[in-house]
């Protein structure tokens, strides 16, 4: 899989701020030029968040983060980059100009990004010597969290350069879709547009505040649209007679005069300030990064949610998300590594997931056997149970498991497990993992598990390859050594 091994962002605000996060917890070295005698204060808090965010999102084992390096020249910054993301402020004659001395001290077979909101790319490579490497990459913020890019080409951009870009993207866990035609704001700005411009009509005309419109969206259709898009969900609607159904039952509608989509409001002083007001209302107190760290906490939830949907295969951009983990695994959960035989096995490192707690704030139970499961996982990859293991047709089957919740999992904390192998043969695995917290090292938790390789074609157990049990081995040996741990062998009910 292609991937990018150095990136330059241009602009380090909001947009240009996510792209350097999304770059560097992926292990991307990024250069960034940025005049703003903020920009290296900016850049860390958005840095922070994004850490804070995936320290949630995923228990894959991310990359060393890549370097972040502050330019203090635009030709400086782009000249070791293979892929350039110019996000400066949306003005034509500054993102032309912007360009153009990136496209002049960039590398030749460098990708060259734009993040513009609706600027078309032919506008923007007109004074480009490689007009063919330009191209639109319009993210949706936080960067670092939603993965859509809408890529774009100008007249002149090449399908090679398209090709490139699309496929860099995935190994950073980002969707590209190819806008097949360029046209002022792209797909997903226009559908927003029509959005904004008809709530803007409905506060104006008191029909409701910026509260109720707002909980209007997400305690709805805001919910279907997250999972499900547009198109599927009035499929749905449409009933088992499917779309066809659906535009003919309300199609019609769209001749009612429902909305003021072609009339601009006049966003005049009384009216920003009255939306000004009510919007401060609404936020309570809470600051720009409260709203941001509330914000991602939500989505980390929905897409943890989505990555448990359709069967376990995962949906929409939880499915990326599985597909993202899956990358991450086999670059870095199966690399060599001198094991200390000698002790319990650390496998598992992370945080209580806003999507992990109940009613009480403390870790709910089936996520404690999610995790004791990530563990046994873990420890399957170690000594080469991996996808491809998998795929031939072999796998080891959890077969009984008893947990002892001893103490409390809160959102946020940070834990981690380890793994003792208690015994072992050529059919059979037994453990026992151990959650700690990771600053006190107190036990939160126990799992002792039995484990059946199987056949999954001939659905029997049978003996692991050789390949496996010579891995094996060595653990189960140096395990024999560890006393016994506390619990081992309880059953429910079984006095202290």
Not at 285 to 300: C, H, Q, T
Not at 482 to 492: D, F, I, K, S
Request: charged fraction near 25%.
């Amino acid at each position: 899989m292609t991937k990018i091994n150095n990136a330059a962002c241009i602009g380090g605000g909001v947009i240009g701020g996510g792209w350097i996060a999304r770059f560097l917890l992926a292990g991307i070295d990024v250069d960034v030029y940025d005049p703003h005698p903020e920009a290296t204060r900016i850049v860390g808090e958005v840095l922070a968040n994004a850490e804070k965010a995936y320290a949630m999102l995923t228990g894959a084992p991310l990359p060393p983060r890549g370097k972040l390096t502050f330019r203090d020249t635009l030709e400086a910054a782009v000249a070791g980059a293979d892929w350039i993301q110019e996000s400066v402020p949306e003005r034509l004659d500054l993102k032309r100009n912007v360009l153009t001395q990136i496209d002049a001290a960039a590398k030749p077979d460098a990708l060259i990004g734009s993040s513009t909101s609706g600027l078309l790319p032919t506008d923007l490579q007109r004074d480009m010597r490689h007009p063919e490497r330009l191209f639109v990459a319009h993210p949706y913020n936080p960067v670092y969290l939603l993965p859509l890019v809408e890529i774009v080409g100008g007249e002149k951009t090449s399908p090679a350069t398209i090709k490139a870009a699309m496929e860099r993207l995935p190994p950073i866990g980002m969707k590209g879709v190819h806008i097949a035609k360029e046209i002022e704001a792209f797909v997903g700005d226009r559908l927003l547009e029509a959005l904004w411009r008809e709530a803007l009509w409905l506060i104006k005309d008191d029909i409701c505040t910026v509260e109720t419109l707002d909980d209007v969206i997400r305690y709805s259709f805001g919910l279907r649209w997250a999972q499900m898009g547009l198109f599927q969900t009035y499929r749905i609607a449409g009933g088992e007679a499917g779309m066809r159904h659906f535009l003919a039952q309300f199609g019609p509608a769209l001749q009612w005069n429902w909305t003021k989509l072609m009339d601009v409001v006049d966003l005049d002083d009384a009216l920003v300030e009255k939306i000004g007001q009510q919007s401060d209302d609404q936020a309570d107190g809470l600051s720009i990064r409260e709203l941001e760290r509330i914000r991602d906490e939500n989505l980390v939830g929905i897409l943890q949610s989505l990555k448990g949907g359709h069967g376990g295969k995962g949906w929409g951009a939880g499915k990326l998300l599985k597909d993202f983990e899956q990358q991450l695994w086999a670059a870095g959960g199966e690399k060599k590594q001198t094991l200390e035989v000698t002790k319990p096995l650390r496998l598992i490192d992370t945080k209580v997931s806003p999507a992990w707690v109940d009613y009480n704030g403390h870790m709910t139970e089936h996520r404690y056997l999610q995790v004791f499961g990530d563990t046994s996982d873990a420890l399957l990859r170690l000594i080469g149970v991996d996808l491809d293991y998998v795929a031939r047709g072999h796998s080891y089957y959890t077969v009984e498991t008893h947990i002892r919740h001893l103490g409390e999992a809160k959102l946020g904390q940070a834990i981690h497990s380890s793994a003792q192998i208690l015994a072992s043969d050529e059919k059979r695995l037994h453990v026992f993992h151990t959650l700690h917290d990771s600053e006190s090292g107190d036990v939160i938790a126990t799992a002792e598990q039995m484990l059946l390789h199987v056949d999954a074609k001939a659905g029997k157990a049978v003996a692991a390859l050789e390949e496996i049990l010579v891995r094996l081995r060595p653990i189960v040996a140096g395990h024999a050594a560890l006393p016994m741990p506390e619990g081992a062998g309880r059953h429910v009910g079984q006095k202290r």
